[in-house]
C-alpha cells in the first residue's frame, strides 16, 4: 500500500513556474512507477508527466513536452514534477498515483493509488 501527498500549488503568473511534489508513504514506494495528472472542473483527468521505478524511463504529454520536468528520489520516497513556462491553460488539480508495475503507463486505470490533488492556477 502507498499513500500519497501533492504539495507545492499556488497562484502564478503566465510564464512563471512552480514544483509540485509527491511524497509517498511506504516502504516499496521504489518499485512503483508514479504519474502526474490534471483535471479541470467538469472535464477528464488527462495525463501530464510518468517516471519508471528506477527513474531511467520516463514520459510526458505532448503539451507539456519541454516546458515540464519529472524526477524521483527514491531514498525521499518523493517525485517532484517541475514546471517551467507555466500557461493559463495548465491551470488544473494536480494529482500523483501510483502504478505497482512500476512502468511509466500514460493512462489512468494502472495507476492503483491517488493523492488528494493540488491546485495550479496560472493567471494571463
Known amino acids: 500500500q502507498v499513500q500519497l501527498v501533492e504539495s507545492g500549488g499556488g497562484l502564478v503568473q503566465a510564464g512563471a513556474s512552480l514544483r509540485l511534489s509527491c511524497a509517498a508513504s511506504g516502504r516499496t514506494f521504489n518499485r512503483y512507477a508514479i504519474g502526474w495528472f490534471r483535471q479541470v472542473s467538469g472535464k477528464e483527468r488527462e495525463f501530464v508527466a510518468a517516471?519508471?521505478?528506477?527513474?531511467?524511463?520516463?514520459r510526458y504529454a505532448d503539451s507539456v513536452k519541454g516546458r515540464f520536468t519529472i524526477s524521483r528520489d527514491n531514498a525521499k520516497n518523493t517525485v517532484n514534477l517541475q514546471m517551467n513556462s507555466l500557461k493559463p491553460e495548465d491551470t488544473a488539480v494536480y494529482y500523483c498515483?501510483?502504478?505497482?508495475?512500476?512502468?511509466?503507463?500514460?493512462?489512468?486505470?494502472?495507476?492503483?493509488?491517488w493523492g488528494q490533488g493540488t491546485q495550479v492556477t496560472v493567471s494571463s
Open positions: 498515483a501510483a502504478d505497482s508495475s512500476g512502468v511509466p503507463h500514460l493512462e489512468l486505470y494502472p495507476y492503483r493509488f
Open positions: 517516471i519508471s521505478w528506477s527513474g531511467r524511463d520516463t
